[in-house]
């Protein structure tokens, strides 16, 4: 199962929400490989900020051909986390059309809304080659106590593309972990960013069956 998690946008997440989600895998005894596929090398940038062991590998491939070069990379592993960049084209429609199922990260904001059209196209042009490719959005960065999320979720409702029921809330715990090369299931085990990232997780899998 090959996930992407992309967006046009910049800054709405997506390494984050990559980087726990891989960890959520890997926590169930799948074997995980993390593709970085933006050229800015967040995701590469924060497995090296890590001391000790990895959790995962962490493999940089930002290039228009990673939907070639992926399948060779992904042999042996059962989950490959795709950390996708924004906008680079050609880079996110082949990896959309390296993905199984591709999360756009959203956040509560009417601009988001808007600029989710990109990718919702790139997806919609990729459904003519992979018509059994799958994508749903993500609200990430909720705030807490307020009704942002609902109503975002109420203007997606004018793409053709569900909404993941899990929103991930903006939580300090995940910006702490991330600057240590971590996640928030080592450093806030049980907290509520770790309890949203275990849901959203087994929402994924559920899709994907």
């Known amino acids: 199962m090959k996930i992407g998690l992309l967006n046009q946008k910049g800054g709405v ?99 988001d809304v808007w600029a989710a059209k990109e990718i919702v196209d790139l997806i919609h042009e990729a459904t003519v080659y992979k018509p059994n490719l799958k994508s749903a959005f993500v609200i990430n960065r909720k705030i807490v106590n307020t009704a942002l999320g609902r ?21 300090v715990a995940l910006a702490e972990s991330a600057a240590q090369g971590q996640t928030v299931f080592e450093t806030a085990p049980g907290s509520p960013a770790a309890e949203e990232i275990v849901q959203l997780t087994r929402e994924i899998e559920r899709m994907m069956k």
Request: proline share 11%; charged share 25%; net charge negative.
């Open 151 to 171: 109503d975002v979720s109420d203007a997606l409702a004018d793409y053709p593309i569900p909404v993941m029921e899990t929103a991930i809330c903006q939580r």
């Open 13 to 111: 997440g997506k390494t984050t929400l990559a980087v726990h989600i891989a960890d959520a895998m890997a926590r169930k005894k799948k074997r995980v490989l993390l593709v970085d596929a933006d050229p800015q090398g967040s995701a590469l940038d924060w497995a090296a900020s890590r001391d000790g062991d990895p959790l995962f590998p962490v493999a940089g491939l930002p290039k228009p051909s990673i939907h070639k070069e992926l399948p060779s990379l992904a042999e042996g592993y059962d989950r490959v986390i795709i950390d996708g960049p924004p906008r680079v084209y050609d880079v996110a429609r082949a990896a959309i059309m390296a993905s199984d199922l591709v999360l756009i990260p959203v956040q509560p904001s009417p601009y």
